[in-house]
Protein backbone atom coordinates (compact mmCIF):
# COMPACT_ATOMS: atom_id res chain seq x y z
CA UNK A 1 0.00 0.00 0.00
CA UNK A 2 1.15 3.09 -0.93
CA UNK A 3 2.19 6.32 1.07
CA UNK A 4 0.18 8.14 -1.14
CA UNK A 5 -3.01 5.89 -0.09
CA UNK A 6 -1.74 6.41 3.64
CA UNK A 7 -1.61 10.16 3.20
CA UNK A 8 -5.12 10.14 2.02
CA UNK A 9 -6.27 8.31 4.65
CA UNK A 10 -4.99 10.07 7.47
CA UNK A 11 -6.26 13.59 5.65
CA UNK A 12 -10.10 12.44 5.06
CA UNK A 13 -9.77 11.55 9.04
CA UNK A 14 -8.26 14.32 9.74
CA UNK A 15 -11.14 16.52 7.68
CA UNK A 16 -13.85 14.86 9.91
CA UNK A 17 -11.86 15.46 13.17
CA UNK A 18 -11.74 19.26 12.05
CA UNK A 19 -14.91 19.91 11.10
CA UNK A 20 -16.06 17.79 15.30
CA UNK A 21 -13.84 20.19 16.55
CA UNK A 22 -15.38 23.51 14.59
CA UNK A 23 -18.98 22.34 15.27
CA UNK A 24 -18.22 21.41 18.89
CA UNK A 25 -20.89 24.19 20.40
CA UNK A 26 -23.46 23.50 17.47
CA UNK A 27 -25.23 20.12 17.59
CA UNK A 28 -27.38 20.74 15.22
CA UNK A 29 -24.81 21.68 12.20
CA UNK A 30 -22.72 18.51 13.63
CA UNK A 31 -25.58 16.39 13.18
CA UNK A 32 -25.99 17.62 9.64
CA UNK A 33 -22.48 17.59 8.33
CA UNK A 34 -20.71 15.28 9.77
CA UNK A 35 -19.76 12.37 7.74
CA UNK A 36 -17.74 9.20 9.45
CA UNK A 37 -14.75 8.82 7.43
CA UNK A 38 -13.77 5.31 6.00
CA UNK A 39 -10.38 5.60 4.79
CA UNK A 40 -9.19 2.63 2.86
CA UNK A 41 -5.69 2.83 4.89
CA UNK A 42 -5.11 4.36 7.67
CA UNK A 43 -3.18 3.18 10.64
CA UNK A 44 -4.06 5.63 13.49
CA UNK A 45 -0.37 5.95 15.12
CA UNK A 46 1.70 5.79 12.09
CA UNK A 47 -0.25 8.03 10.16
CA UNK A 48 -2.08 10.60 12.97
CA UNK A 49 -0.39 10.45 15.79
CA UNK A 50 3.29 10.63 14.23
CA UNK A 51 1.54 13.18 11.86
CA UNK A 52 0.89 14.98 14.87
CA UNK A 53 4.45 14.69 16.34
CA UNK A 54 5.77 16.39 13.47
CA UNK A 55 3.40 19.41 13.44
CA UNK A 56 3.80 19.87 17.45
CA UNK A 57 6.70 17.79 18.58
CA UNK A 58 6.92 19.99 21.77
CA UNK A 59 3.39 19.05 22.99
CA UNK A 60 2.72 17.38 26.03
CA UNK A 61 1.44 14.31 24.88
CA UNK A 62 1.19 12.50 28.14
CA UNK A 63 1.29 13.92 31.63
CA UNK A 64 1.90 11.64 34.87
CA UNK A 65 1.62 12.71 38.16
CA UNK A 66 2.82 10.16 40.91
CA UNK A 67 1.86 9.86 44.53
CA UNK A 68 4.35 12.59 45.79
CA UNK A 69 3.46 15.12 43.43
CA UNK A 70 6.13 14.22 40.68
CA UNK A 71 5.90 14.93 37.51
CA UNK A 72 6.79 13.28 34.36
CA UNK A 73 6.11 14.88 31.15
CA UNK A 74 6.52 13.05 27.61
CA UNK A 75 6.17 15.01 24.27
CA UNK A 76 3.90 14.16 20.96
CA UNK A 77 7.51 14.00 19.38
CA UNK A 78 8.72 11.58 22.17
CA UNK A 79 5.84 9.35 21.79
CA UNK A 80 6.16 8.82 18.80
CA UNK A 81 10.32 8.18 18.59
CA UNK A 82 9.31 6.06 21.58
CA UNK A 83 6.93 3.78 20.23
CA UNK A 84 8.37 3.37 16.99
CA UNK A 85 11.39 2.23 18.97
CA UNK A 86 9.06 -0.28 20.69
CA UNK A 87 7.82 -1.53 17.56
CA UNK A 88 11.15 -2.56 16.59
CA UNK A 89 11.83 -4.20 19.43
CA UNK A 90 8.74 -6.44 19.64
CA UNK A 91 9.07 -7.44 16.41
CA UNK A 92 12.80 -8.83 16.64
CA UNK A 93 10.96 -10.72 19.50
CA UNK A 94 8.95 -12.30 17.36
CA UNK A 95 5.59 -10.50 17.86
CA UNK A 96 4.11 -9.91 14.29
CA UNK A 97 0.74 -8.51 12.75
CA UNK A 98 -2.13 -10.06 14.32
CA UNK A 99 -0.65 -11.77 17.56
CA UNK A 100 -2.56 -11.10 20.42
CA UNK A 101 -0.47 -9.26 23.55
CA UNK A 102 -1.88 -9.27 26.76
CA UNK A 103 -0.99 -5.65 28.41
CA UNK A 104 -1.13 -5.56 32.16
CA UNK A 105 0.17 -2.13 33.48
CA UNK A 106 -1.18 0.49 35.82
CA UNK A 107 -1.38 4.48 34.69
CA UNK A 108 2.36 4.43 33.04
CA UNK A 109 4.63 5.84 30.29
CA UNK A 110 4.97 2.31 29.08
CA UNK A 111 1.29 1.08 29.20
CA UNK A 112 0.94 4.23 26.36
CA UNK A 113 4.35 3.34 24.35
CA UNK A 114 3.02 0.14 24.18
CA UNK A 115 -0.18 0.88 22.69
CA UNK A 116 1.01 3.07 20.10
CA UNK A 117 3.72 0.45 19.34
CA UNK A 118 1.37 -2.35 18.75
CA UNK A 119 -0.61 -0.01 16.39
CA UNK A 120 1.76 0.61 14.13
CA UNK A 121 3.18 -3.20 14.13
CA UNK A 122 -0.55 -4.07 13.51
CA UNK A 123 -0.45 -6.46 16.54
CA UNK A 124 -3.55 -6.74 19.32
CA UNK A 125 -3.66 -5.76 22.33
CA UNK A 126 -6.20 -7.22 25.13
CA UNK A 127 -5.73 -4.50 28.02
CA UNK A 128 -5.76 -6.52 31.33
CA UNK A 129 -6.02 -4.37 34.78
CA UNK A 130 -3.58 -5.47 37.47
CA UNK A 131 -6.31 -6.66 39.84
CA UNK A 132 -7.24 -9.61 38.39
CA UNK A 133 -6.94 -12.99 39.69
CA UNK A 134 -5.32 -15.94 38.64
CA UNK A 135 -8.91 -17.30 37.32
CA UNK A 136 -9.15 -14.21 35.56
CA UNK A 137 -5.54 -14.51 34.09
CA UNK A 138 -6.01 -18.04 33.12
CA UNK A 139 -9.46 -16.91 31.43
CA UNK A 140 -7.80 -14.70 29.27
CA UNK A 141 -5.11 -16.43 28.59
CA UNK A 142 -6.91 -19.31 27.20
CA UNK A 143 -10.15 -17.77 25.35
CA UNK A 144 -8.12 -14.52 24.48
CA UNK A 145 -5.69 -17.07 22.62
CA UNK A 146 -2.55 -15.05 24.28
CA UNK A 147 0.46 -15.24 22.17
CA UNK A 148 2.87 -12.62 24.77
CA UNK A 149 2.19 -11.13 28.26
CA UNK A 150 3.36 -7.60 28.89
CA UNK A 151 3.10 -6.66 32.82
CA UNK A 152 5.50 -5.23 35.12
CA UNK A 153 7.73 -6.45 37.75
CA UNK A 154 6.00 -7.00 40.97
CA UNK A 155 3.33 -8.77 38.61
CA UNK A 156 5.51 -11.43 37.44
CA UNK A 157 4.44 -13.53 40.17
CA UNK A 158 0.86 -13.64 39.18
CA UNK A 159 1.88 -15.85 36.08
CA UNK A 160 4.14 -18.61 37.72
CA UNK A 161 1.41 -21.04 38.02
CA UNK A 162 0.18 -20.13 34.56
CA UNK A 163 1.55 -21.92 31.86
CA UNK A 164 1.47 -21.73 27.80
CA UNK A 165 3.19 -21.09 25.14
CA UNK A 166 3.28 -17.30 25.16
CA UNK A 167 6.12 -14.89 25.51
CA UNK A 168 6.69 -13.12 28.45
CA UNK A 169 7.70 -9.44 28.40
CA UNK A 170 8.43 -7.55 31.80
CA UNK A 171 8.77 -4.03 32.27
CA UNK A 172 11.51 -4.26 34.21
CA UNK A 173 14.33 -6.83 34.47
CA UNK A 174 13.32 -10.60 36.47
CA UNK A 175 14.43 -14.12 35.47
CA UNK A 176 13.17 -15.97 32.96
CA UNK A 177 11.38 -12.94 31.32
CA UNK A 178 12.45 -10.41 28.55
CA UNK A 179 13.53 -7.43 29.84
CA UNK A 180 11.59 -4.75 27.64
CA UNK A 181 14.26 -1.59 28.98
CA UNK A 182 16.25 -3.86 26.31
CA UNK A 183 14.02 -1.67 23.84
CA UNK A 184 15.63 1.37 24.51
CA UNK A 185 18.70 -0.01 22.07
CA UNK A 186 16.07 -0.62 18.93
CA UNK A 187 15.88 1.84 16.07
CA UNK A 188 14.27 4.88 16.12
CA UNK A 189 12.51 4.50 12.62
CA UNK A 190 9.59 2.13 12.33
CA UNK A 191 8.34 0.90 8.88
CA UNK A 192 5.99 -2.41 9.22
CA UNK A 193 6.59 -5.49 7.93
CA UNK A 194 2.87 -5.22 6.67
CA UNK A 195 0.05 -2.91 7.03
CA UNK A 196 -2.85 -4.23 8.38
CA UNK A 197 -6.37 -3.12 7.36
CA UNK A 198 -8.86 -1.11 8.69
CA UNK A 199 -11.10 -3.60 9.45
CA UNK A 200 -8.16 -5.78 11.10
CA UNK A 201 -8.17 -6.40 14.85
CA UNK A 202 -6.94 -3.77 17.00
CA UNK A 203 -8.03 -4.35 20.53
CA UNK A 204 -9.81 -7.14 22.60
CA UNK A 205 -11.88 -5.77 25.27
CA UNK A 206 -13.21 -8.80 28.32
CA UNK A 207 -16.27 -6.62 29.39
CA UNK A 208 -15.83 -6.55 33.31
CA UNK A 209 -18.62 -8.81 33.65
CA UNK A 210 -21.42 -6.74 35.57
CA UNK A 211 -24.14 -9.42 34.46
CA UNK A 212 -22.13 -12.76 32.98
CA UNK A 213 -19.07 -14.12 32.33
CA UNK A 214 -17.03 -11.85 30.63
CA UNK A 215 -17.13 -11.48 26.82
CA UNK A 216 -14.29 -10.73 24.33
CA UNK A 217 -15.26 -7.70 22.69
CA UNK A 218 -13.12 -6.84 19.33
CA UNK A 219 -12.63 -3.94 18.68
CA UNK A 220 -10.45 -3.22 14.64
CA UNK A 221 -7.90 -0.79 13.27
CA UNK A 222 -11.01 1.66 12.23
CA UNK A 223 -13.67 1.05 15.41
CA UNK A 224 -12.03 2.72 18.20
CA UNK A 225 -9.21 5.30 16.82
CA UNK A 226 -12.00 6.64 14.28
CA UNK A 227 -15.11 5.85 16.62
CA UNK A 228 -13.92 7.52 18.91
CA UNK A 229 -14.34 11.02 16.96
CA UNK A 230 -17.57 10.91 18.32
CA UNK A 231 -15.45 10.60 22.53
CA UNK A 232 -13.86 13.87 21.45
CA UNK A 233 -16.57 15.46 20.56
CA UNK A 234 -18.63 14.56 23.53
CA UNK A 235 -15.61 15.42 25.59
CA UNK A 236 -15.57 19.25 24.51
CA UNK A 237 -11.86 19.13 24.02
CA UNK A 238 -10.18 21.81 21.68
CA UNK A 239 -6.20 20.89 20.92
CA UNK A 240 -3.54 21.82 23.45
CA UNK A 241 -6.00 21.08 26.57
CA UNK A 242 -5.60 19.31 29.65
CA UNK A 243 -7.81 16.56 30.11
CA UNK A 244 -7.80 14.61 33.64
CA UNK A 245 -9.94 10.82 33.34
CA UNK A 246 -10.17 9.11 35.62
CA UNK A 247 -10.14 5.25 35.07
CA UNK A 248 -8.72 2.16 35.86
CA UNK A 249 -6.20 1.14 32.85
CA UNK A 250 -7.54 -1.87 31.48
CA UNK A 251 -10.98 -1.31 30.94
CA UNK A 252 -12.37 0.52 27.49
CA UNK A 253 -13.38 3.75 29.78
CA UNK A 254 -9.69 4.18 29.96
CA UNK A 255 -9.24 3.66 25.89
CA UNK A 256 -12.11 6.36 25.59
CA UNK A 257 -10.23 9.38 27.73
CA UNK A 258 -7.04 8.51 27.99
CA UNK A 259 -5.92 7.46 24.84
CA UNK A 260 -8.41 7.96 21.64
CA UNK A 261 -10.22 10.54 22.70
CA UNK A 262 -7.33 13.36 23.85
CA UNK A 263 -5.17 12.70 20.96
CA UNK A 264 -7.67 12.60 18.43
CA UNK A 265 -7.63 16.18 19.53
CA UNK A 266 -4.12 16.37 19.97
CA UNK A 267 -4.51 17.89 23.29
CA UNK A 268 -2.77 16.52 26.66
CA UNK A 269 -3.41 12.91 28.51
CA UNK A 270 -2.93 13.72 32.22
CA UNK A 271 -3.31 10.88 34.67
CA UNK A 272 -2.85 11.05 38.49
CA UNK A 273 -1.64 8.22 40.00
CA UNK A 274 -3.30 7.41 43.53
CA UNK A 275 -2.92 4.33 45.86
CA UNK A 276 -5.49 4.98 48.24
CA UNK A 277 -7.81 7.31 46.35
CA UNK A 278 -8.24 10.88 47.96
CA UNK A 279 -10.33 13.42 46.50
CA UNK A 280 -9.21 16.29 48.63
CA UNK A 281 -5.91 15.51 46.37
CA UNK A 282 -7.65 15.39 42.99
CA UNK A 283 -9.01 18.65 43.22
CA UNK A 284 -5.65 19.76 44.30
CA UNK A 285 -4.00 18.31 41.06
CA UNK A 286 -6.95 19.71 39.06
CA UNK A 287 -6.28 22.85 40.69
CA UNK A 288 -2.23 22.77 40.25
CA UNK A 289 -1.81 21.46 36.68
CA UNK A 290 -4.55 23.67 35.12
CA UNK A 291 -6.80 21.27 33.61
CA UNK A 292 -9.77 22.23 31.50
CA UNK A 293 -11.46 19.14 31.08
CA UNK A 294 -12.15 16.35 33.92
CA UNK A 295 -14.07 12.97 33.59
CA UNK A 296 -14.65 10.71 36.28
CA UNK A 297 -17.28 7.97 37.12
CA UNK A 298 -20.20 8.85 39.12
CA UNK A 299 -18.35 7.03 41.91
CA UNK A 300 -15.63 9.68 42.14
CA UNK A 301 -17.98 12.32 41.26
CA UNK A 302 -20.26 11.64 44.65
CA UNK A 303 -17.37 11.50 47.23
CA UNK A 304 -15.63 14.80 45.25
CA UNK A 305 -18.88 16.64 46.29
CA UNK A 306 -18.78 15.02 49.92
CA UNK A 307 -15.83 18.15 50.35
CA UNK A 308 -16.52 21.71 50.47
CA UNK A 309 -15.83 21.81 46.52
CA UNK A 310 -16.16 25.73 46.03
CA UNK A 311 -13.14 25.54 48.39
CA UNK A 312 -11.02 25.12 45.22
CA UNK A 313 -10.81 27.65 42.49
CA UNK A 314 -10.92 25.10 39.45
CA UNK A 315 -10.38 26.47 35.78
CA UNK A 316 -12.54 23.84 34.26
CA UNK A 317 -14.37 24.46 30.65
CA UNK A 318 -16.00 21.11 30.95
CA UNK A 319 -16.56 18.31 32.81
CA UNK A 320 -18.09 15.20 32.66
CA UNK A 321 -19.44 12.09 34.06
CA UNK A 322 -19.77 8.09 32.64
CA UNK A 323 -19.79 4.69 33.04
CA UNK A 324 -23.35 5.02 34.78
CA UNK A 325 -25.56 8.11 34.99
CA UNK A 326 -24.86 10.66 37.34
CA UNK A 327 -27.73 11.44 39.66
CA UNK A 328 -29.18 14.86 39.45
CA UNK A 329 -28.02 15.72 43.07
CA UNK A 330 -24.41 15.72 42.61
CA UNK A 331 -25.08 17.91 39.45
CA UNK A 332 -26.29 20.33 41.29
CA UNK A 333 -23.69 20.17 43.89
CA UNK A 334 -21.12 21.02 41.44
CA UNK A 335 -22.92 23.84 39.58
CA UNK A 336 -23.12 25.63 42.80
CA UNK A 337 -19.99 25.35 43.45
CA UNK A 338 -18.15 25.66 40.55
CA UNK A 339 -20.46 26.98 38.12
CA UNK A 340 -20.19 24.17 35.47
CA UNK A 341 -22.70 20.90 34.72
CA UNK A 342 -21.74 18.05 34.88
CA UNK A 343 -22.36 16.56 31.67
CA UNK A 344 -23.70 12.57 31.35
CA UNK A 345 -22.78 10.36 28.38
CA UNK A 346 -23.54 6.78 27.38
CA UNK A 347 -21.54 4.08 25.14
CA UNK A 348 -20.35 0.85 26.39
CA UNK A 349 -17.25 -1.58 25.83
CA UNK A 350 -18.69 -2.50 22.47
CA UNK A 351 -19.32 1.16 21.36
CA UNK A 352 -17.56 4.92 21.53
CA UNK A 353 -19.80 7.74 23.06
CA UNK A 354 -23.31 7.23 21.58
CA UNK A 355 -25.05 9.51 23.45
CA UNK A 356 -24.64 12.77 25.47
CA UNK A 357 -24.99 16.16 26.39
CA UNK A 358 -22.80 18.13 23.84
CA UNK A 359 -21.12 20.96 25.09
CA UNK A 360 -22.32 24.09 24.98
CA UNK A 361 -25.91 22.91 24.79
CA UNK A 362 -28.28 23.16 27.95
CA UNK A 363 -28.66 20.06 29.71
CA UNK A 364 -32.24 18.45 31.00
CA UNK A 365 -31.74 17.87 34.49
CA UNK A 366 -31.79 13.37 34.46
CA UNK A 367 -31.18 13.16 30.84
CA UNK A 368 -28.21 11.92 29.12
CA UNK A 369 -28.56 14.25 26.15
CA UNK A 370 -28.75 13.17 22.60
CA UNK A 371 -27.35 10.75 19.84
CA UNK A 372 -23.73 11.94 19.03
CA UNK A 373 -22.90 12.80 15.42
CA UNK A 374 -22.75 10.00 13.31
CA UNK A 375 -24.58 7.92 15.10
CA UNK A 376 -28.65 7.11 14.87
CA UNK A 377 -30.07 5.72 18.17
CA UNK A 378 -33.35 4.08 18.05
CA UNK A 379 -35.40 3.00 21.10
CA UNK A 380 -37.11 -0.73 20.95
CA UNK A 381 -39.54 -1.67 22.85
CA UNK A 382 -39.19 -5.16 23.59
CA UNK A 383 -42.42 -6.29 24.07
CA UNK A 384 -43.23 -5.60 20.25
CA UNK A 385 -40.13 -5.57 18.71
CA UNK A 386 -40.73 -1.88 17.41
CA UNK A 387 -39.77 1.87 17.88
CA UNK A 388 -41.35 3.37 20.54
CA UNK A 389 -40.75 6.47 23.31
CA UNK A 390 -38.92 3.59 25.63
CA UNK A 391 -37.11 0.76 25.13
CA UNK A 392 -34.00 -0.75 24.37
CA UNK A 393 -31.23 1.65 23.36
CA UNK A 394 -30.71 0.41 20.20
CA UNK A 395 -28.03 1.75 17.11
CA UNK A 396 -28.98 1.90 13.62
CA UNK A 397 -26.32 -0.17 11.63
CA UNK A 398 -27.79 0.94 8.52
CA UNK A 399 -24.79 2.88 7.62
CA UNK A 400 -22.09 0.74 9.24
CA UNK A 401 -21.17 3.40 12.23
CA UNK A 402 -17.64 2.56 12.66
CA UNK A 403 -17.65 3.06 16.45
CA UNK A 404 -19.45 -0.01 17.00
CA UNK A 405 -17.48 -3.76 17.96
CA UNK A 406 -16.86 -6.06 15.39
CA UNK A 407 -18.04 -8.61 17.17
CA UNK A 408 -17.93 -11.00 20.16
CA UNK A 409 -14.44 -13.22 19.49
CA UNK A 410 -15.41 -16.44 20.78
CA UNK A 411 -18.90 -15.75 20.14
CA UNK A 412 -20.57 -15.86 16.47
CA UNK A 413 -24.47 -16.36 18.35
CA UNK A 414 -23.98 -13.74 20.79
CA UNK A 415 -22.83 -11.65 17.67
CA UNK A 416 -25.72 -12.48 15.74
CA UNK A 417 -28.49 -12.30 18.32
CA UNK A 418 -26.63 -8.54 19.09
CA UNK A 419 -26.65 -7.27 16.22
CA UNK A 420 -30.21 -8.77 15.04
CA UNK A 421 -32.35 -6.76 12.09
CA UNK A 422 -29.85 -4.35 11.46
CA UNK A 423 -29.65 -3.09 15.04
CA UNK A 424 -26.64 -3.12 17.58
CA UNK A 425 -28.51 -3.83 21.11
CA UNK A 426 -27.40 -2.25 24.05
CA UNK A 427 -29.35 -3.91 26.81
CA UNK A 428 -29.74 -0.59 28.12
CA UNK A 429 -33.32 0.78 28.40
CA UNK A 430 -33.97 4.70 27.96
CA UNK A 431 -37.19 6.80 27.47
CA UNK A 432 -37.11 9.79 24.63
CA UNK A 433 -38.89 12.91 24.68
CA UNK A 434 -40.13 15.36 22.45
CA UNK A 435 -36.90 16.76 21.99
CA UNK A 436 -34.79 14.00 21.00
CA UNK A 437 -33.41 14.02 24.93
CA UNK A 438 -33.05 10.47 26.09
CA UNK A 439 -33.23 9.70 29.75
CA UNK A 440 -31.77 6.17 31.64
CA UNK A 441 -34.21 3.93 32.95
CA UNK A 442 -31.55 0.90 33.53
CA UNK A 443 -30.04 -2.22 32.38
CA UNK A 444 -33.17 -4.02 30.82
CA UNK A 445 -31.98 -7.09 33.16
CA UNK A 446 -31.99 -4.58 36.56
CA UNK A 447 -35.31 -3.48 35.72
CA UNK A 448 -38.22 -5.57 38.16
CA UNK A 449 -41.37 -5.72 38.76
CA UNK A 450 -43.15 -4.93 42.51
CA UNK A 451 -47.07 -5.31 43.21
CA UNK A 452 -47.32 -5.49 39.17
CA UNK A 453 -45.35 -1.93 38.64
CA UNK A 454 -42.18 -1.71 36.69
CA UNK A 455 -39.41 -0.38 38.66
CA UNK A 456 -35.99 1.47 37.53
CA UNK A 457 -33.10 1.03 40.07
CA UNK A 458 -31.59 3.79 38.94
CA UNK A 459 -34.88 6.17 39.74
CA UNK A 460 -34.93 5.39 42.76
CA UNK A 461 -31.32 5.50 43.68
CA UNK A 462 -31.38 9.17 42.26
CA UNK A 463 -33.72 10.11 45.17
CA UNK A 464 -31.25 8.13 47.85
CA UNK A 465 -28.51 9.56 46.77
CA UNK A 466 -30.15 12.94 47.44
CA UNK A 467 -29.81 12.30 51.24
CA UNK A 468 -27.01 13.93 52.99
CA UNK A 469 -26.99 10.39 54.99
CA UNK A 470 -26.21 8.28 51.33
CA UNK A 471 -22.90 8.46 49.65
CA UNK A 472 -24.17 5.97 47.53
CA UNK A 473 -27.04 3.29 47.00
CA UNK A 474 -27.95 0.25 44.75
CA UNK A 475 -31.62 -0.94 44.78
CA UNK A 476 -32.38 -4.73 43.82
CA UNK A 477 -35.50 -6.90 43.95
CA UNK A 478 -36.31 -7.95 47.40
CA UNK A 479 -38.71 -11.25 47.64
CA UNK A 480 -42.29 -10.53 49.48
CA UNK A 481 -45.23 -12.91 49.63
CA UNK A 482 -47.89 -10.34 49.19
CA UNK A 483 -46.51 -8.08 46.60
CA UNK A 484 -43.96 -10.72 44.89
CA UNK A 485 -41.44 -8.18 45.09
CA UNK A 486 -40.10 -5.23 47.06
CA UNK A 487 -37.48 -2.57 46.40
CA UNK A 488 -34.57 -2.18 48.76
CA UNK A 489 -31.77 -0.52 49.17
CA UNK A 490 -28.50 -1.24 49.67
CA UNK A 491 -26.58 1.64 50.98
CA UNK A 492 -22.70 3.09 51.93
CA UNK A 493 -23.82 5.59 54.66
CA UNK A 494 -21.94 8.97 53.95
CA UNK A 495 -18.44 9.77 55.36
CA UNK A 496 -19.38 9.98 59.88
CA UNK A 497 -22.84 8.83 59.29
CA UNK A 498 -23.16 5.52 61.79
CA UNK A 499 -25.74 2.58 60.37
CA UNK A 500 -28.48 3.01 62.94
CA UNK A 501 -32.29 2.50 63.03
CA UNK A 502 -32.10 6.54 63.17
CA UNK A 503 -30.25 6.60 60.23
CA UNK A 504 -32.37 4.13 58.54
CA UNK A 505 -35.71 5.86 59.43
CA UNK A 506 -34.86 9.52 58.07
CA UNK A 507 -33.14 7.88 54.79
CA UNK A 508 -36.67 5.98 53.90
CA UNK A 509 -38.60 9.13 55.06
CA UNK A 510 -37.03 11.28 52.66
CA UNK A 511 -37.54 8.41 50.22
CA UNK A 512 -41.52 7.93 51.14
CA UNK A 513 -42.16 11.74 50.46
CA UNK A 514 -40.17 11.98 47.30
CA UNK A 515 -41.67 8.57 45.50
CA UNK A 516 -44.99 7.29 44.32
CA UNK A 517 -46.20 4.45 46.91
CA UNK A 518 -45.70 1.64 43.99
CA UNK A 519 -42.18 3.09 44.23
CA UNK A 520 -41.28 2.86 47.98
CA UNK A 521 -38.29 1.26 49.19
CA UNK A 522 -39.79 -0.84 52.05
CA UNK A 523 -36.38 -2.30 52.88
CA UNK A 524 -32.93 -0.87 53.64
CA UNK A 525 -29.04 -2.76 54.55
CA UNK A 526 -26.38 -0.38 55.24
CA UNK A 527 -23.36 -2.23 53.44
CA UNK A 528 -20.22 -1.66 51.11
CA UNK A 529 -21.42 -1.98 47.79
CA UNK A 530 -19.80 -4.96 45.55
CA UNK A 531 -18.52 -3.60 42.44
CA UNK A 532 -16.73 -4.84 39.43
CA UNK A 533 -12.37 -4.09 38.98
CA UNK A 534 -13.71 -0.99 36.59
CA UNK A 535 -15.77 0.48 39.38
CA UNK A 536 -19.44 0.14 38.51
CA UNK A 537 -21.59 -1.14 41.01
CA UNK A 538 -22.38 -5.20 40.71
CA UNK A 539 -26.70 -5.35 41.08
CA UNK A 540 -26.55 -8.84 39.99
CA UNK A 541 -24.74 -9.76 42.53
CA UNK A 542 -26.86 -8.18 45.33
CA UNK A 543 -30.12 -9.60 43.49
CA UNK A 544 -28.55 -12.74 43.38
CA UNK A 545 -28.42 -13.06 47.06
CA UNK A 546 -31.27 -11.55 47.69
CA UNK A 547 -33.51 -14.05 45.52
CA UNK A 548 -31.20 -17.04 47.34
CA UNK A 549 -32.55 -15.65 51.05
CA UNK A 550 -36.21 -16.08 49.51
CA UNK A 551 -39.24 -15.12 51.13
CA UNK A 552 -38.49 -14.17 54.95
CA UNK A 553 -41.03 -15.82 56.96
CA UNK A 554 -39.54 -16.30 60.06
CA UNK A 555 -38.88 -12.11 60.66
CA UNK A 556 -34.96 -12.82 60.67
CA UNK A 557 -32.75 -9.48 59.43
CA UNK A 558 -28.84 -9.24 57.82
CA UNK A 559 -27.29 -7.24 60.10
CA UNK A 560 -27.64 -3.71 59.87
CA UNK A 561 -30.85 -4.37 57.78
CA UNK A 562 -33.89 -2.51 58.21
CA UNK A 563 -37.71 -2.80 56.98
CA UNK A 564 -40.16 -0.11 56.91
CA UNK A 565 -42.29 -2.09 59.46
CA UNK A 566 -39.61 -2.22 61.73
CA UNK A 567 -39.19 1.93 61.88
CA UNK A 568 -42.94 3.04 61.52
CA UNK A 569 -44.14 5.41 64.15
CA UNK A 570 -47.93 4.50 65.94
CA UNK A 571 -49.18 6.86 63.73
CA UNK A 572 -47.96 5.82 60.04
Known amino acids: MSKEAAAEGAAEFRAARDLLLRLRDDREAAHREFIWPRPAVFNWALDHFDEVAERRPDRTALWIVDEEGEEEKYTYRYMSERSSQVANWLYGQGVHPGDRILVMLGAQVELWEITLAAIKLGAVVVPTATNLTEGDLLDRLDRGEIKHVVCSPVDTEKFIGLHGHWTRICVGYMDGWLGYPDSEHAGLEFHPPSRVGPDDPLLIYFTSGTTAKPKLVVHTQRSYPVGHLSTMYWLGLRPGD ?14 YSSVFGPWNAEATVLTVRQNAFSPERLLDEIVRRGVDTFCAPPTVWRMLVQTDLASWKVGLREALAAGEPLNAEVVDRVREAWGITVRDGFGQTETTLLIGNSPGQPVIPGSMGCEMPGYRVVL ?9 DTGEICVDMTNAPPGVMKGYADSPELTRETTRRGLFHTGDLAARDANGNITYIGRGDDVFKASDYRISPFELESVLVEHEYVAEAAVVPSPDPLRLAVAKAFVTPAPGVAPTAETARAILAHTRDRLSPYKRVRRLEFADLPK ?7 RVQLRREEAERGTIADGSRNPNEFWEEDLSEPDD
Do not use: C, E, F
Open 380 to 388: IDPATDKPA
Open 532 to 538: TVSGKIR
Open 242 to 255: VHLNVSVPGWGKHA
